[in-house]
Structure formats: C-alpha cells, structure tokens
C-alpha cells in the first residue's frame, strides 16, 4: 500500500481518501460511534491534524525565508482570488446569483477554494523548499470566512478577523519555536507525512460518493474556469513575473474539502443558496473528488515535460 502511495502523486492523501470514500460509503454509521474513533477517522478530527501540519509547517520555515514565502504564495493567492471574484461578477451580471444548468453563483465563486493539505502533498513530492514553507499561507484560501467575503464582495457582509487570526497561529507559533529550537524543528519534521494520510481519510469520509455522481456534469462544467483560465494565468505569472517553475500553480488548483461548509454555512442568509444547499453540496463534492484525482496526474505531467524530478522520499 506505501509503495502505492508513493507512485501516485499527491498518493499519500488521495489513496486514504479513495479508501474513505468507498468505506463509508457502504458503512455510513461506522465510524460515527463517538470518542477517540470518530476524533480520528471523521471530519471531526481534521482541524486539528490540519493545526498541527501549520505548526510543524511554521517550525521549519527559516525566519529569513518568511519575506520570500509571503511574497509567492501571497501573489499567487491573490492572482487566483482575483480571477475568482471577477468570474463570479461576470456569472451574476449574465445569469443572477440562480445562475444556469443548475450552477448557482456560489458554485463557481467555491472554485477558489483551494485544497490546501493536496496542496502540501504535492510540493513535498516536487515542490521546493520555498513551496513548502507556503502550506500555511495557501490555507487562506481554504478558509470558510476568507470564501464568504470573496463571495459577497459589495455587499454588506464583514469579514470575521478571527478566521484569519485562527488560520495564522499554528503557523506563527511554529515558526516561533523552530527558529528557537532548531534540533525540535527537525524532530517533528517527518510528522508531516506521517499525518497526510490520517487527513486524507478524514476528509474523504465526509463525501456523499451518490450524491456527488448525479452532479458530475455541473462538477465537470465547474471545473473549465479552473483548469482553463485560473491555472494557466497562474502558471503564466509564476514563471514570468516570480520566475519559478510553475510546480505551485497546479498544486493550488485543485478545490478543497472545505467547499462542502459553504452551502450549510450560508443558507440561513442566502435564499438562492437554501434552496439549492442539496444540489450545491453534491456538485462542490464531485468538483472536489474529481480536482483531487486530476491535478496530481496534470501536475506529473507537467514535471514531466519540464524535466522536474520528484523530491526523494524522506524529504
């Protein structure tokens, strides 16, 4: 199963998911028995391992490198949030916040919510040590809070400072105590991929496998703006104007697990989206299955073509 997971990219969380998927698929209540079980194998666990992976992450950030981390990754995120809230300006003026084909505006603006634990999967396996250091700063952008204010950019909605402080302090802490403690910070490094596939599973059993296939044709249609726009502006401003290799581009493409939050987190305050919440869920479901499963074969493609090589294993 390891030698598996080593060969797929992004494998150590995307085979745990797959696994997750199909299990409580078929065994729905299984795993929902209350204590350490539940903590471990659902949902419930994952801001906790995701917590821990932004400290260990923070702990092996060298505190000279922070500048060079917030100017890639913070470019990067606001080049993708930006095509985000521009397509979904554009989708309201054509088609109103129903949208078309059963695609509400919420659906193409949840595009932008990155997978940010795919994304730590996939530098590790060829990213640099910069890309690396970038997992804290790409979860911004698979915040809750930080998708509700793109979403409702020009309305009256305020943004919760906390989601952002909350986001930022595994990180900030971490990067206290590494630099304090140098020989720590090299003790918890392999932690991270011991973790990655207890998070994959966890967020693989919060998906509706029947659910998310009877809105494979609007998840695949979500999935244009993604691979056909935002990634290739990406990609474009990666290489020429940071003048990297473009190997963190594809590695925030894929849309995260915590899209799924926005319907429920939204249908109290937004009629289109109470009355859409079911359908909206299955489709973010699917994009997230299927952006989970395509980017780490285009990104190994890419490496290909571009003579990038896969980082050694006990990186």
Not at 282 to 304: G, M, V
């Given at each position: ?182 020989e720590f910070a090299s003790f918890i490094h392999p932690a991270t991929g011991m973790l990655m596939p207890f998070l994959g599973f966890t967020f693989g059993a919060g998906i509706n496998i029947l659910d998310a296939l009877k809105q494979s044709l609007n998840g695949v249609l979500l999935t ?92």
């Open positions: 199963m390891l030698k598996l997971m080593r060969k797929i990219p992004g494998g150590m969380l995307i085979v745990p998911m797959i696994i997750a998927m199909v299990f409580t698929n078929i065994f729905p209540n299984a795993l929902h028995i209350g204590g350490m079980t539940e903590a471990t194998f659902t949902g419930k666990g994952s801001q906790a391992m995701i917590g821990i992976l932004c400290f260990i992450s923070g702990a092996n950030i060298d505190i000279k490198s922070v500048p060079k981390v917030i100017k890639k990754m913070g470019s990067l995120m606001l080049v993708r949030a930006i095509i985000g809230v521009l397509l979904n300006i554009i989708y309201v003026k054509l088609f109103g916040f129903e949208g078309v084909l059963g695609i509400p505006a919420l659906a193409v603006m949840s595009t932008t919510c990155i997978s940010a634990a795919l994304y730590l999967a996939l530098t590790l396996d060829y990213g640099s040590d910069l890309d690396i250091a970038g997992f804290s700063f790409a979860g911004l952008l698979a915040n809750p809070g930080i998708m509700i204010l793109l979403y409702s950019l020009g309305s009256e909605g305020e943004l919760d400072v906390m989601t952002i402080v909350s986001s930022l302090i595994p990180l900030i802490v971490g990067l206290i105590v590494g630099n304090l403690d140098k244009l703006p993604i691979y056909f726009i935002s990634l290739p502006a990406m990609i474009l401003f990666e290489r020429k104007v940071l003048k990297t290799n473009g190997v963190a581009s594809f590695a925030l493409s894929a849309v995260g697990a915590i899209a799924l939050s926005l319907p429920q987190l939204l249908q109290d305050i937004d009629p289109v989206v109470a009355a859409n919440a079911s359908a909206l869920t299955s489709q973010l479901a699917f994009l997230t299955i299927f952006t989970s499963i395509l980017t780490p074969i285009l990104l190994s493609k890419y490496c290909k073509k571009m003579g990038i090589e896969k980082n050694k294993l006990e990186r």
